[in-house]
């Protein structure tokens, strides 16, 4: 950000307090004390001259996930919406994404005596209440602006994960201290390992649990409704204050094993690698000791043509043999999909897109809806489909 834009900003940033009762950091309270918890704390929030985010803080009313983007589109200011919902090139990828869930179907198994499902689960040793977690997105202040401290006090409250972004509104001590839940920090690896450095020892002081390396992004994709809109974040980057005056690139285009091995060292935490899609990377990653792995086209946001993330997940799987966690994301917007995702082995899923369109509409309660929707959708799928546990959700239950 340059130093005009900089004079612009009106960081309103009240330091949040943990609350009294606040849970110890990375175990989700249950769901209801956790709800409770969230509406005391106050959060902080950022506004920027010039660019009106929505303010809200409400419960929405869902229909479905799809539906959230054309409500969202409304009080989105155009080029932030635009930065959301866009992806790269032809955008084919964004489409394939959710294309590709409906080719695969369900095929229910009846009369399995079901009466209720237990959807809880643990990830990388954190409870949480069902296979669905937050993706990491930069700039939740383009949606709302309690930013990612409104998202991740509303994943909380819905007694989930959240990955938190390096390119992230606020600062990532900001977001911790915004919501006891369990959170993950994502790191772009930065061309200075300096600055890498001292990312990685803050992220474990604030009590991040795991660092999440995207891999698929050593540089911007190209993203022509931004270029169209002619627009550029105008809101601060919490982590970096002026990375290009510290002489750093937010990138290192060289990225390579070496840098696992730096975080692993540096940190001391697992680390999950985000945008894996073929069954060679994955197992180099458990050779690599990695803890996991995301299987991700970053929404088709990098790389146009890249496959659709459910499509390359079977081969992925069967070549781990469940020596890593899985985790996948891209174009999830149904129970059914998660159910899928499941089946074909993933631990758990990640959402992005829906939860940027919840803040949006509503805060860290619109968060929270979006999460709740999502799970109470994979209840019935499992209730229609005849799937009691988590556990039991195999291939048998799909056409394929
Ligand atoms: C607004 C936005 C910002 C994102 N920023 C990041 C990021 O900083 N790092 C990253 O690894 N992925 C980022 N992603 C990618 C998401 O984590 C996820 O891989 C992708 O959006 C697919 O999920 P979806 O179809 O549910 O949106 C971003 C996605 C969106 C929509």
């Known amino acids: 950000m340059d130093q005009k834009r900089r004079d612009f900003l ?12 606040a849970p110890l950091l990375g175990q ?17 929030t950022v506004s920027v001259a010039g660019y009106d985010a929505p303010t809200e803080i409400k419960k929405i009313d869902i229909i479905n996930l799809r539906e959230l983007e054309g409500l969202a589109q409304k009080i989105i200011p155009t080029g932030g919406f635009g930065y959301i919902s866009s992806a790269a090139g032809d955008e084919w990828t ?19 005596g079901y009466k209720d499902a237990e959807m809880s689960t643990t990830l990388l040793g954190s409870k949480i209440a ?25 994943t909380d409250a819905a007694g989930t994960l959240i990955e938190v972004p390096s390119q992230s509104t606020l600062t990532m001590e900001q977001i911790a201290k915004a919501s006891p839940g369990p959170k993950w920090f994502q790191i772009y690896f930065p061309d200075d390992p300096g600055v890498a450095r001292e ?8 009590g991040y649990l795991a660092i999440v390396l995207t891999i698929d992004g050593v540089s911007n994709g190209n993203r022509e409704t931004d270029r169209r809109n002619h627009f ?27 840098d696992v091995a730096f975080i692993q060292k540096t940190t001391g935490l697992p680390v999950i690698l985000k945008g894996v899609l073929s069954p060679e990377l994955a197992v180099m990653a458990v050779d690599h000791g990695c803890a996991g792995i995301q299987v991700s ?17 079977p081969r992925i799987v069967d070549a781990v043999g469940g020596r890593l966690t899985i985790i996948i994301d891209g174009g999830i917007r149904r129970g059914q999909d998660v159910f899928k995702a499941l089946a074909l082995g993933a631990n758990a899923v990640a959402i992005a897109r829906p939860v940027m369109f919840g803040l949006a509409l509503g805060g860290w309660m619109g968060v ?29 239950y799909l056409n394929a």
Do not use: C
């Open 10 to 21: 009106t960081a309103t940033a009240a330091a949040a307090t943990l609350g009294a009762a």
């Open 28 to 44: 989700p309270a249950p769901a209801a004390a956790a709800e409770a918890a969230a509406a005391q704390m106050p959060s902080p």
């Open 94 to 112: 964004r489409r394939e994404n959710e294309a590709a869930y409906k080719r695969l179907t369900i095929v229910p198994r009846y009369l399995s």
């Open 130 to 154: 069902m296979p669905i977690i937050t993706s990491v997105m930069g700039g939740h202040g383009m949606a709302h602006v309690t930013a990612e401290a409104g998202t991740a006090k509303g």
């Open 199 to 206: 990312l990685l020892q803050r992220a474990k002081a604030a």
């Open 232 to 258: 550029v974040n105008p809101l601060p980057q919490g982590n970096f204050p002026e990375p290009r005056a510290r002489g750093t690139r937010p990138f290192k285009p060289d990225l390579g094993w070496e």
């Open 297 to 313: 086209n970053h929404g088709g946001r990098n790389l146009d043509d890249t496959p659709a993330s459910i499509t390359v997940l």
């Open 368 to 396: 929270q809806t979006v999460h709740e929707h999502l799970k109470g959708e994979l209840e019935f799928t499992m209730r229609l489909a005849g799937a009691k546990t988590l556990e039991e959700i195999s291939r048998h």
